[in-house]
């Protein structure tokens, strides 16, 4: 028969016997459980993942958490494009080898797969392959990108680019890095560990440990606040031994799973601690976690809420002789508000009544009418004067520990109001304006007379000299350096930080202090003037906190300079600029007495210090309440003085007034205290 069909067509030639079937038993491939191969991949445990690894594990939980688990964490492997040579997609994944592609079609099944190994890949955590951090623009480019048990079509770049960014790979997922461990044969950093259930439990010998419960899911650090650790059904015949893993921040468990917290937590404010459970005869374990808290930390937490939702008062407050008001202090508002309640009298200029020698009031009504008008002019005069040199000079502030809650309080603004009220007044003001008279407080009654409520110049003109006299006591000059040194002294340096502190304090009058550096004449002149800057400079700047005043300084060199030590030196000239001219607000100043104020003047019959003395030395030291509070020293432009500035000091019975109010407070414990509350400069 012609043609090129084959039916019927047999290969001429002998017969040819067929081979005889070996019958023989083939060994059994050996079955991995599934459970097994996760564990060894979460535990970090060899043998290395196998192919037969990688099939059960797809056949327990699927390719897609398989590719989780595996892929990104290996070379990328990529189908080649017809259009790109080897070369050009070496450049672009330079870490995968031609000869490493595969070749697959789209939508195809995978028909193998690939693992790295440390002879062609050197994988490090901090070295992420190039193909895991490179970005996909187009089709055109790379058809497809195709890990292991990854994605087949190019249209699905994108996709692949988004899943890369959520952290598919190695070194953004540590609780896989027991591969990474495997494929070099070295030490990998441990996985974190997830308790209380969320990460699958561990199956030695078909024993399984379920999760680890707690009493409480977190703790103080204090040492004492016991924590129960329970498992509930345990295997019939489980012997649990309870551990805590490293480390412990000094925390304990017991036999029974009592958990005892340490009470040092290296300065942090919260920790992890792991509880591990362990069968000791299967060896099958399960983690558990709490948080512990720095204990303070966990006590504001609770009490802040609680602190700041209330609005916390002092009525009628005493403070020094003659001081009375009330705090009201609103946490959420950042607001402190100092009111002082006040009834205004006219001795001298009362409202005319109706009477039968005007007609029985026909004819009064104009004088009723400008009499209210002069009245009102006075009290708004005096509220105006108290609002403006009063409120909102000073802030404080919270400093309790942790400064994470509670210095959320701050900071405390004070607003000063004098609050107009016909019955229970803290004060009766009495303005007397025809008639003349000295100043005075004396609660319940101030008293002021023609005058009073404006600010008289030149009250005192020995202000001046005076303010100068404080500064120029307070200022280290001239400060001696060493050869060839420009940093200043240590016991100079304090003293002028202090005289930093001094002058931030003073509003009125401004200071001009001119620094000059010298240096002697040893060594060439260039160097000198150098030396010379560097020190006056320095000096500067150890006096930044004073910027309202007039500061600056400048290098003089040697030229003037003889060689002996004493040239090598920075001095300090201040002044007050010609013209100014002390201020004294009368009314200001008596309603420093009605917040408890005392004079900071001296007088026949009064003490050595101001009443505020004591609070002032509390809130600021005893150096400088000696400069402020002393009665006798010299003039100064103070309030209670004889001046108009409302200086900080002046705000220490306000203080005392806060603490009062929020001691007042069931929360926090301990309460808040002077050491709680502090000025804030």
């Known amino acids: 028969m012609s043609g090129n069909s084959r039916k019927g067509s047999r290969k001429s030639g002998p017969k040819?016997?067929?081979?005889?079937?070996?019958?023989?038993?083939?060994?059994?491939?050996?079955?991995?459980?599934?459970?097994?191969?996760?564990?060894?991949?979460?535990?970090?445990?060899?043998?290395?993942?196998?192919?037969?690894?990688?099939?059960?594990?797809?056949?327990?939980?699927?390719n897609k958490a398989v590719q989780r688990l595996v892929v990104g964490r290996s070379k990328s492997q990529i189908r080649k494009h017809p259009d790109i040579s080897n070369e050009a997609q070496n450049q672009r994944f330079p870490d995968v080898q031609s000869q490493s592609m595969i070749q697959r079609r789209p939508g195809a099944d995978i028909q193998r797969h690939w693992l790295p190994n440390e002879e062609k890949v050197q994988f490090t955590p901090a070295d992420r392959p190039a193909s895991a951090t490179s970005r996909l623009r187009t089709p055109d480019q790379i058809n497809d990108v195709s890990p292991a048990f990854g994605y087949s079509t190019g249209d699905r770049y994108a996709h692949f680019e988004r899943e890369e960014l959520a952290g598919l790979n190695l070194w953004a997922n540590p609780a896989a890095q027991g591969l990474l461990q495997r494929w070099k044969g070295k030490d990998a950093p441990a996985a974190p560990v997830k308790g209380g259930g969320n990460e699958a439990a561990a199956k030695f010998d078909g024993v399984?440990?379920?999760?680890?419960?707690?009493?409480?899911?977190?703790?103080?650090?204090?040492?004492?606040?016991?924590?129960?650790?329970?498992?509930?059904?345990?295997?019939?015949g489980a012997d649990i031994k309870w551990s805590i893993n490293d480390p412990d921040f000094g925390s304990t468990i017991a036999a029974n799973g009592m958990l005892t917290p340490g009470s040092d937590l290296a300065g942090k404010d919260k920790v992890y601690i792991v509880v591990k459970a362990t069968d000791l005869k299967s060896g099958a374990f399960e983690v558990g976690k709490i948080i512990l808290w720095d204990a303070k930390l966990l006590q504001a937490k609770k009490e802040y809420p609680k602190f700041v939702a209330q609005t916390h008062k002092k009525l009628g407050f005493l403070a020094g002789i003659n001081g009375k008001f009330d705090v009201v202090y609103q946490p959420a508002a950042h607001i402190a508000n100092v009111n002082v309640k006040v009834k205004f009298d006219f001795p001298d200029d009362p409202i005319p009544e109706p009477s039968i020698f005007n007609l029985f009031g026909l004819t009064i009504r104009k004088d009723v009418a400008e009499a209210n008008a002069r009245q009102r002019d006075h009290a708004n005069k005096f509220l105006?004067?108290?609002?403006?040199?009063?409120?909102?000079?000073?802030?404080?502030?919270?400093?309790?520990e942790p400064q994470s809650i509670w210095g959320k309080l701050n900071p405390v603004n004070v607003n000063v109001n004098v609050l107009e009220v016909e019955s229970n007044p803290h004060f009766t003001v009495h303005i007397f304006q025809k008639k003349k008279g000295t100043a005075s407080v004396l609660r319940p009654d101030v008293k002021l007379f023609q005058g009073d409520l404006v600010p008289a110049p030149a009250f005192n003109p020995g202000t001046a000299a005076g303010e100068l006299t404080r500064v120029r006591r307070n200022t280290p000059s001239p400060i001696l350096f060493e050869n060839n040194k420009t940093s200043v002294p240590a016991d100079d340096l304090n003293k002028l930080q202090f005289l930093n502190t001094y002058l931030s304090r003073i509003n009125n009058p401004k200071f001009k202090l001119e620094i000059a550096g010298y240096s002697s004449k040893t060594g060439n002149s260039a160097d000198n003037q150098t030396l010379s800057e560097i020190r006056a400079s320095n000096v500067e700047s150890a006096l930044a906190g004073a910027s309202q005043h007039d500061i600056s300084s400048s290098g003089k060199g040697s030229a003037a300079s003889g060689k002996g030590d004493e040239w090598r030196k920075v001095e300090i000239a201040s002044s007050i600029p010609a013209g100014w001219q002390n201020m004294q607000d009368t009314t200001a100043h008596e309603f420093g007495h009605m917040i408890g104020l005392g004079d900071e003047y001296a007088a026949t019959g009064a003490g050595p210090t101001a009443t505020h003395y004591d609070l002032v030395k509390k809130a600021f030291g005893a150096a400088y309440a000696d400069q402020v509070a002393k009665r006798g020293d010299t003039d100064y432009a103070s309030i209670m003085e004889g001046g108009n500035d409302v200086r900080i000091q002046h705000y220490v019975t306000i203080w005392a007034g806060l603490v009062d109010a929020t001691k007042a407070a069931a929360l926090p414990d301990p309460k808040f205290g002077f050491d709680d509350w502090k000025f804030l400069e």
């Open 16 to 62: 040819q016997s067929r081979p005889i079937k070996n019958t023989a038993a083939k060994p059994e491939a050996q079955q991995v459980a599934p459970a097994e191969a996760l564990q060894r991949a979460k535990d970090f445990e060899n043998p290395l993942l196998s192919p037969g690894d990688l099939l059960a594990l797809g056949r327990s939980i699927g």
């Open 208 to 236: 399984k440990i379920p999760p680890i419960s707690f009493n409480k899911g977190e703790l103080p650090a204090d040492g004492k606040t016991a924590n129960q650790a329970t498992i509930k059904n345990l295997p019939a």
């Open 384 to 400: 105006k004067t108290i609002k403006a040199q009063w409120s909102n000079r000073y802030s404080f502030q919270n400093v309790r």
